[in-house]
């Protein structure tokens, strides 16, 4: 489930952020009294300077005493030089320290996508969803690198050159300097949380250009075949619509805020010089010294403003892109599978829509399922309720035990699934065999290959089992992949085998040859497999046969000829062979 508005104010968000990546961090821990001592150092030379060397200069030059001058210009190149290696130095440490605090996020923020319910990771298009993970992963960078660089420089050097102008013009006018960065600083909180309302619309005005934009690319094919690129561009750009209406009330919202911030601490600094002048506490020296002090001090709170802003919008990001995980606290791991599955009238729905009803059956240990039926009958449908992509009415029973009290994650490690498109990384060979057992070594691998047949199929590659697949296996052939993708199921060797229609992109003769190869090698594994060839299905124990989205039969195949009106059509059916005769 999407969060649609923030779950946390930025306080508490920034305080969870710190309490995750950064008090966890040990060597961070000890590093921030040297950080926040080297700051402190800075911030003393930065009102050092203004205030003792660059009046002293001004006297000198007001008297055209140059006796001292170039001492001073050393003093001031000195203590500035000293000023700039305390602040930064820190800054650079934390730099690295933030790229290491990305590193971990991205991690977290990855794991947490891969943990979303099913259809609501579907829902999500790869573009939105790296835009979702980046800005996510963004916020917790800005939210450090604004509280310990920015704002503690800022605050740092406001306390020390609050304590100096009390010392040199009294309390008063240092309450009124004090107004200054409390003025700024509440403004750009107010109005810069009042212009994330906006954000909100903006983002979803991206997400829908984006998602336009990525369903265009998707199908560049098509496109370009019905020679409509004009057309998709003019739908591209009408989609920019919103995106580039809200954007520039968005940009607009931002120049009215540094407006306001530039006023908020004009006022008080004109207030300030008004009480000095008419109290005859300002001299030319102290002139000097205050406007030196108030030109730093807005260096950094526009600084901080810039840092703030950019936290508040990728916080927004990152409070409304968190979703919920798939997996409720309580739930147990299933270890083991001994006995059967046993399926008491299960139901799925989409929205309104039903997807799927009224299946039943109990399937034993060992026993090989073959799931048949037309298009759009729920043979799919049915398989992803196995897996727990779906969620479902009814009951789905596992050696006794109703399927939702265990975790999602611990389902799928009894279950070894091989797509309808085989899902090939964009890594080698061995390492898409190692995917479901990454502790298995490579000598070992061989031995299993060479023990199921299918070695010579992997080491005649060029490269051999070192060969890259390329994205979605576009490196090797069909029949290659296919094998790859059975293999891979093989060596995580899983007591269950869901074979989701992955033979229907070859020929025949292959699909006969692989059929009868999984029967052999698997014989002592339970197998649901989605067959189309009805030649095939006599192989099978028994039979799933589904039509119109319901439970139409189920048994073996001369059961079902006997009892099964609906199955004695399908089966007499000519079989929709693929001819494409690709071979492996």
Known sequence: MIRLKPHNNLIHGVVEIFKKYVLNRTYLCFLIFPIVLMATFANIL?????????????????????????????????????????????????????????????????IEYMSLEYNTFHSISPGDMESRIYRKCKAVGEAVDVVIPTLMNSTIFVLVAMIDIYRSFGPIVSLMFFVI???????????????????????????????????????????????????????????????????????????????????SSAIPHIGILYLSLNTNILTFDKAIKLNSLHFILKERLTEF????????????????????????????????????????????KRGNNIILRGVNFTLRKGEKLAIAGPNGAGKSTFINSLL??????????????????????????????????????????????????????????KEICKR?????????????????????????????????????????????????????????KTETELIDYVMSVLSDRTIIMIVHNHSLLSKFDNILFLKDKTMKGYGNIKELLKSSKDFIDFYLEEDPVSDTGIQP
């Open 46 to 110: 930065y009102d050092y300077v203004p205030s003792v060397i660059i009046p002293r200069i001004a006297e000198h030059i007001k008297a055209n005493d140059l006796s001292l001058h170039m001492n001073l210009v050393y003093g001031f190149f000195f203590y500035g030089v000293l000023a700039t290696i305390f602040e930064y130095f820190p800054i650079f440490v934390m730099a690295l320290i933030i790229q290491d605090i990305y590193r971990d996020c991205y991690r977290d923020v990855f």
């Open 181 to 263: 960065p409390v003025s700024y600083i509440s403004i750009t909180v107010f109005l810069t949380s009042r212009r994330n309302r906006i954000r909100g619309k903006y983002n979803a005005a991206k997400d829908k250009s984006t998602k336009k934009l990525g369903d265009i690319l998707n199908n560049y094919e098509v496109v370009k075949s019905f020679g409509l690129e004009e057309r998709e561009s003019e739908k591209f750009h009408a989609s920019l619509i919103d995106r580039v209406s809200t954007g520039t009330v968005y940009s607009c919202s931002e120049n009215i805020i540094t407006f306001l911030q530039k006023l």
């Open 305 to 348: 403003s810039k840092e703030f802003t950019e936290l508040y919008e990728y916080y927004y990001d990152y409070s409304t892109s968190t979703y919920e995980k798939e997996d409720d606290e309580g739930q147990a791991d299933i270890k083991e599978f001994n006995q059967d599955i046993e399926v008491r009238d299960i139901g799925i």
């Open 388 to 445: 727990r992509f779906l969620d479902y009415s009814g009951e789905i029973f596992i050696d006794g035990v109703e399927m939702r009290k265990y975790t999602r994650r611990s389902i799928r490690h009894i279950i070894a699934y091989v797509p309808q498109d085989n899902c090939i990384l964009d890594d080698t060979v061995l390492k898409n065999l190692q995917y479901g057992n990454k502790d298995i070594s490579f000598e070992k691998i």
């Open 452 to 508: 199921y047949g299918t070695h010579e199929v992997f080491s005649s590659l060029e490269g051999g089992y070192l060969k890259e697949a390329g994205q979605q296996g576009c490196e090797l052939s069909v029949g290659q992949r296919q094998y790859l993708s059975l293999m891979r199921a093989i060596i995580k060797d899983s007591p269950i085998f869901i074979l989701d229609e992955a033979t229907s992109d070859v020929d025949y």
